[in-house]
T-cell receptor, first 117, second 112 residues
Framework: GAVVSQHPSWVICKSGTSVKIECRSL??????MFWYRQFPKQSLMLMAT?????????EQGVEKDKFLINHASLTLSTLTVTSAHPEDSSFYIC?????????????FGNGTRLTVT | GESVGLHLPTLSVQEGDNSIINCAYS??????FIWYKQESGKGPQFIID?????DKRQGQRVTVLLNKTVKHLSLQIAATQPGDSAVYFC???????????FGGGTRLMVKP
């Protein structure tokens, strides 16, 4: 089945530093990937849609200059949390569709636990 | 905005019993629904999906029911096992957007 891989699975960084999270589709190409954020005991909230070869689309309230997204190839999207602060600590999850249709399930990576101290 | 929500935040069932997890959605334009299972510290895992032109779909030990009249979705798990313990999310996709909106989640706890 379709596999989405995220790296790292967890990261601890100091306040003010930047952290890059990678999302790869291992056995399929994804022109679109999605980045979600999940706080403890809460649901997944869509942050942005990553588009290969073009700018990402951000959801309302998500700062595009803080959460930099780069989708340079059909199998890789990266999310960089710039100047991270403790309130950015969260579980970041990426996803992609293996099928071209919007009516096909998203496959998720195993998430990245970010802790900002 | 429109959202998907759940009735019960926590469901506790005895091993071997059937489980029913419910979900209400508000966007009548949604035409595709998915149930995901999320174990602690992991990403959501696809369980089963259903399109709006259907009202029932069965998988292995799982059944999804869709009632478009009352905008209600349910996931039934037969013979619940300890390995089914997780948080379950429903998600909807309306054809206008290439993304999923997730409900609040229900934690399923299976008692041995």
């Amino acid at each position: 089945g379709a596999v989405v891989s995220q790296h790292p699975s967890w990261v601890i960084c100091k306040s003010g530093t930047s952290v890059k999270i990678e999302c790869r589709s291992l056995d399929f190409q994804a022109t679109t990937m999605f980045w979600y954020r999940q706080f403890p005991k809460q649901s997944l909230m869509l942050m942005a849609t990553s588009n290969e070869g073009s700018k990402a689309t951000y959801e309302q309230g998500v700062e595009k200059d803080k959460f930099l997204i780069n989708h340079a190839s059909l199998t890789l999207s990266t999310l960089t949390v710039t100047s991270a602060h403790p309130e950015d600590s969260s579980f970041y999850i990426c996803s992609a569709r293996a099928g071209g249709s919007m009516n096909s399930p998203l496959h998720f990576g195993n998430g990245t636990r970010l802790t900002v101290t | 905005g429109e959202s998907v929500g759940l009735h019960l935040p926590t469901l506790s069932v005895q091993e071997g019993d059937n489980s029913i997890i419910n979900c209400a959605y508000s966007n009548s334009a949604s035409d595709y629904f998915i149930w995901y299972k999320q174990e602690s510290g992991k990403g959501p895992q696809f369980i089963i999906d259903i399109r709006s032109n259907m009202d029932k779909r069965q998988g292995q030990r799982v059944t999804v029911l869709l009632n478009k009249t009352v905008k209600h979705l349910s996931l039934q798990i037969a013979a619940t096992q300890p390995g089914d313990s997780a948080v379950y999310f429903c998600a909807e996709n309306n054809n206008a957007g290439n993304m999923l909106t997730f409900g609040g989640g229900t934690r399923l706890m299976v008692k041995p």
